[in-house]
């Protein structure tokens, strides 16, 4: 059977969406993509939490596992440019579904890998080799998922509606991230000693049910009718790389995509991975089963508040409410730290949640229609991953250790680090405003 040429493919995509509603195919891909993003963020976090509790004495010395631990959270965003650079040039020169498929493959096999995987007392120093190595295809495959899922969703969604759909994408971090911690909530039940023994496993193991729900969804996957138009155009030209002609034509797109979530992976990871460390370190004193659960509380009220920004985007554009977000989070920098330093479960519980609720909730919901904007359809997968990985890379899977080391050096003050959030908060803001408007939906609808 012949393989439908691109005019029929574009002929047989789905309709353009009426106003306020998808049509199937786009549904089924909002779908596959908020599915995919919760698994992305359950595996994260999933590993963030365990950093926190028992990857340090299982698989690294005791002289250094709490540094050791997070330099492994920091090693899976390392590999994540490498994914959305790859991964990124599959989806735009091969289509959105086969990228996203992949995301999902790389992602599912390296945490229940990791959940398999022997401890240093079994095997010796293969134990952190291979917890590196399940680290690095983790980061590969979740180096392109959020990117895939904010560009296929964009791509259906009507170009003035962008900020309100992929804020549903962007509102499903926290589902997976609130799952994590519950997942090792559970666990921690167990008993401190059962936890190292056994209970530790099961959170990764679960991510497996996760991962063929995920992938039986993204089987039956279109293609966007706008990547489809854009590759009939490119077709008709000389075939270039996708890679070459954003770095030709985009680099200042991706500078300012770099720079705009810059706030928002600091304040997200600082309360989402380190949080965890810190109230339950001997200096704050706060039991690791409620310290769990206050940080779960406190993330699900950005699921909520993540649609209401994406709204706000489509109404009053992506660049303000994205800097809203970095103005709350500079400002609520030192709070943050203050509360949570307390031990006061209340107390830090609603530090998490005001962090979450005035600035992770803006941000989210509103870099899904910023991101996508600056990018024309040929490139913007490449672009959204290279923009959004570079900074996880940098910023999210730095940040637990580096608040730690300038807590440190404070002598355990928090002013250091609270100083480091709200710079990068300020990041936030002036990419925002150099980007003059380029990254709203009026721009985007011209």
């Known amino acids: ?31 596959a993509a908020v599915v995919g993003t919760i698994i992305e963020w359950y595996d994260y976090a999933l590993y963030g ?32 440019p ?21 995301t999902i493959l790389l992602m599912g096999t ?25 680290r690095l295809l983790q980061g590969l495959g979740a180096g392109a998922e959020l990117a895939g899922a904010m560009t296929l969703v964009a791509e259906f969604a009507p170009p003035k509606q962008r900020g309100k759909y992929t804020s549903f994408v962007l509102a499903t971090p926290p589902a997976g991230i609130a799952l994590a911690t519950l997942a090792f909530f559970l666990a921690s039940m167990a008993g401190d000693q059962a936890l190292l023994d056994w209970a530790w496993r099961v959170p990764f193991l679960v991510s497996a049910v996760l991962f063929f729900v995920a992938l039986y969804i ?15 155009n490119r077709d008709q030209q000389e075939k270039k790389v996708p890679l070459g002609e954003l770095w030709r034509h985009n680099r200042r797109q ?14 997200n990871y600082v309360m989402a991975v380190f949080a965890i460390t810190f109230m339950t370190s001997e200096a ?12 779960t509380i406190a993330s699900l009220f950005c699921i909520i508040g993540s649609p209401i920004a994406g709204w706000a985007a489509d109404r009053y554009g992506a660049g303000r409410v994205l800097a809203f977000g970095g103005i709350v989070g500079a400002l609520f920098a030192w709070p943050l730290f203050q509360m949570m330093a307390t031990g006061n479960p209340l107390i830090a519980g609603l530090g998490l949640a005001i962090g979450y609720v005035f600035s992770v909730s803006a941000s989210s919901g509103a870099q899904g229609a910023f991101l996508t904007n600056l990018f024309p359809p040929k490139q913007r997968f490449s672009g959204v991953a290279l923009a959004r990985e570079t900074n996880g890379a940098i910023i999210a899977g730095l940040s637990p250790l580096i608040a730690a080391a300038l807590i440190q050096a404070a002598d355990g003050g928090t002013w250091l680090a609270a100083a480091y959030v709200a710079a990068c908060c300020v990041c936030s803001i002036a990419a925002v405003v150099l980007a003059r408007g380029t990254g709203n939906n009026a721009a985007a609808a011209r």
């Open 284 to 295: 704050v004193g706060m039991a690791r089963p409620t310290a769990l659960l206050v940080v």
């Open 49 to 80: 939490a365990a950093a926190g509790l028992v990857i340090g004495p299982l698989f690294f010395s005791n002289a250094v596992p709490e540094a050791a631990a997070f330099a492994t959270f920091a090693v899976g965003f390392i590999a994540r």
């Open 82 to 102: 490498l994914g959305g650079v790859v991964i990124g040039h599959i989806g735009d020169r091969h289509g959105r579904k086969p990228a996203m498929v992949l």
């Open 1 to 31: 059977m012949e393989r439908p040429s691109m005019e029929q493919q574009l002929e047989t995509a789905a309709p353009a969406a009426a106003p306020g509603r998808l049509p199937q195919g786009a549904r089924r891909a909002l779908t």
């Open 254 to 267: 991706v500078f300012l995509g770099f720079l705009s979530i810059t706030g928002h992976n600091a304040v």
């Open 218 to 232: 993204r089987s039956s996957l279109e293609e966007t009718p706008e990547y489809l138009q854009a590759r009939a």
């Open 110 to 134: 390296a945490t229940v890998g990791i959940g398999l995987l022997p401890t240093a007392a079994a095997i010796g120093a293969a134990a952190p080799l291979l917890l590196v190595l399940f």
